[in-house]
Nanobody, 120 residues
């Protein structure tokens, strides 16, 4: 079994910064794509940023220039540095990873989510 655990959420004022961390553990052979999603109250879950094994990052237009996604393949971790936060960034942030397990079976996993609240 594979588990994703996020940490680093919290309450911050407009213009502040937060860093999120996601640690993957379990029967992992390799991790392919990794990403962060978010879901605000009353809205659908949306993609925030992705980082495949190539390391080429992609961001939602709403966070470009403010958020940075990175990964540490040796530690099976993905990070999201969020700067210049706005109230509209308030949401539950979810880690996502496509994992190949030790039995060479590939599937997607989600973390449990971490709350980010930006006060105005």
């Amino acid at each position: 079994q594979v588990r994703l655990v996020e940490s680093g959420g919290g309450l911050v004022q407009t213009g502040g910064s937060l860093g999120l961390t996601c640690a993957a553990s379990g029967s992992i052979r390799q991790i392919n794509a990794m990403a962060w999603y978010r879901q605000a109250p009353g809205k659908q879950r949306e993609l925030v940023a992705t980082i495949p094994t190539t390391g080429i990052t992609n961001y939602a237009d709403s966070v470009k220039g403010r958020f940075t996604i990175s990964r540490d393949n040796a530690k099976n971790m993905v990070y999201l540095q969020m700067n210049s936060l706005k109230p509209e960034d308030t949401a539950i942030y979810y880690c996502y990873a496509v994992v190949v397990n030790v039995y060479r079976v590939e599937r997607a996993y989600w973390g449990q989510g971490t709350q980010v609240t930006v006060s105005s």
